[in-house]
């Protein structure tokens, strides 16, 4: 029972290859650092990523997202959880994006092979854009989310986190975000993955000539640094 209580970090660095369809098609290199700390009772998640592509010297991506997320566990399956995301976003002409939650997360399923867990809860949503014409978002709105983990074999498992963010005051008006990937050991006893996956953000109310849907597929080395 100590070692359950014992706080460890695991922290990782990938880069990335991927492409892009929606606002932009092209392809382009990015960067993201994982940092996690935590036990089985509660945890502390951290991430930064960059992703930068220019075409003809002219940059079309320019992507920055850093998140903080923090959950306790205070009876059996359930936690409390509390998460911040950022994101600055030059091609969408997003200047910030900030969206704070607070709620309780069920983990449905814990074993060796699946990890699925849902949370709901209360969220503020912020968004200011570079546009002089462009209406900022400022408003209450709800959380729900979707972390599910399958382990297919010993070298290949499957990750996803879903976030659905409606409006409080118009349910039509909302961000759904995705990161769903195969993630491939290098090798059994290495510390280098290969991850492959879809990236994407579906805004159903973005800002003129602007699509709602931007989508990415990378690949992705990651090293684990612990």
């Avoid at 002219?58 to 995301?85: A, H």
Wanted: overall charge negative; charged content about 30%; proline content about 1%.
């Amino acid at each position: 029972k100590a070692k359950l209580l014992v706080m460890s970090w695991k922290n990782s660095l990938g880069f990335d290859f991927m492409g892009a369809s929606g606002n932009t098609q092209t392809f382009g290199i990015g960067a993201r650092l994982d940092s996690d700390y935590g036990n089985k009772i509660r945890n502390y998640d951290f991430y930064l990523s960059y992703n930068n592509t220019t075409k003809k010297d002219q940059k079309i991506v320019d992507e920055t997202k850093l998140g903080l997320e923090y959950d306790s566990r205070f009876f059996e399956q359930l936690s409390w959880y509390s998460k911040t995301d950022l994101e600055n976003d030059k091609l969408e002409e997003i200047d910030i994006r900030a969206t704070s939650a607070l709620g309780l997360k069920y983990s449905w399923i814990e074993n060796t092979r699946y990890k699925l867990a849902v949370r709901s809860g209360l969220a503020f949503r912020f968004e200011e854009y570079g546009l002089s014409n462009a209406e900022n978002v400022d408003a209450l709105a709800m959380d729900f989310g979707l972390e599910y983990s399958h382990k297919i074999k010993d070298l290949l498992s499957l990750q996803s986190d879903i976030t659905f963010i409606p409006s409080l005051e118009k349910f039509s008006d909302f961000l759904i975000s995705k990161d769903t990937a195969l993630v491939i050991p290098l090798d059994k006893e290495s510390n280098w993955n290969l991850r492959a996956g879809l990236d994407g953000t579906y805004n159903s109310t973005p800002v003129k000539n602007k699509e709602e849907l931007d989508l990415k597929y990378y690949m992705r080395i990651v090293y684990r640094l612990n």
